[in-house]
């Protein structure tokens, strides 16, 4: 018996994909507008900076920053 492969439908593929885009979009921008009506132009580039207490919690933040930037560079460069 053999078996084949149907060709992927394109069309549903597309619908799913721009509809999580538009999820996406909607989520990022939704919270771009809160953070920016809660703290204004306050806020310091380096987002971590803008905090100062409490500082386990400063420290944790940027390990996992380093911990990310070492993840990329294993991903992108080796």
Not at 21 to 39: P, R
Not at 50 to 71: C, D, H, M, R, Y
Request: net charge positive; proline share 4%; with cysteine.
């Amino acid at each position: 018996m053999q078996y084949t492969l149907k060709e992927p439908r394109k069309s549903n593929m597309y619908k799913g994909i721009s509809g999580a885009y538009v999820v996406i979009l909607f989520t990022y921008w939704t919270l771009a507008g809160v953070g920016y009506w809660a703290f204004g132009s306050a806020v310091t580039p380096y987002l971590l900076s803008s905090f100062t207490e409490p500082k386990w919690a400063i420290v944790l933040s940027n390990a996992f920053a380093i911990l990310q930037i070492a993840g990329c560079y294993q991903v992108y460069f080796v």
